[in-house]
């Protein structure tokens, strides 16, 4: 009920394409989707996040998309470049209690040049 | 620009050891939290705490303690290493009621 699963585990797009990462939950609970991204030797950094009231956000080339009835998100990349090449983890937390986020396994995108 | 700082980037250190992983945030965030990375399971949550002195254990406790006696430093002890222990571990931090959380740099503990 607590799990957030993320795919695919690793990605390579080509410079350009559209690169596209799918997570889906349990939880109905949960009210709050951001996604990180996590570039090597660094900690993971806020993308963009979504609740579950829009089915859509876009924040310049990335797109988060929302089925509530699917319970299922996902990370659109649009125009992907090289420097999108990085790790990303798609999440979820509930407003009552800990409000802890509740991580994805994580993908690992290539963006070939 | 707001921070959180892990003490040591690389720690190596000996199965049965008791391993101290110090962070610390200067953006006067009441919440912490402690993440382990692994290949293939994502970040899981180990420890967090909502003010000095409270703790609570997240998903995978187990082998760890944690200890917040400032507002700014939350310490991560594993009491006795282990090698199923070597990991990254994520520290970070958020303000109460915001959920996007600042991350450290991330200390990669090997136990050998």
Sequence with gaps: QQQVKQSPQSLIVQKGGISIINCAYENTAFDYFPWYQQFPGKGPALLIAIRPDVSEKKEGRFTISFNKSAKQFSLHIMDSQPGDSATYFCAASMKQGAQKLVFGQGTRLTINP | ?112
């Excluded at chain 2, 190596?12 to 945030?25: A, D, I, N, P, Y």
């Excluded at chain 2, 967090?48 to 609570?56: G, L, P, R, T, W």
Aim: positive net charge; aromatic residues 12%.
């Design chain 2, 1 to 112: 620009d707001v921070k959180v700082t892990q003490s040591s980037r690389y720690l190596v250190k000996r199965t049965g050891e008791k391993v101290f992983l110090e962070c610390v945030q200067d953006m006067d965030h009441e919440n912490m939290f402690w993440y382990r990375q692994d290949p293939g399971l994502g970040l899981r949550l180990i420890y967090f705490s909502y003010d000095v002195k409270m703790k609570e254990k997240g998903d995978i406790p187990e082998g760890y303690s944690v200890s917040r006696e400032k507002k700014e430093r939350f310490s991560l002890i594993l009491e006795s290493a282990s090698t199923n222990q070597t990991s990254m571990y994520l520290c970070a931090s958020s303000p109460p009621g915001y959920r996007g959380y600042t991350f450290g740099s991330g200390t990669r503990l090997t136990v050998v």
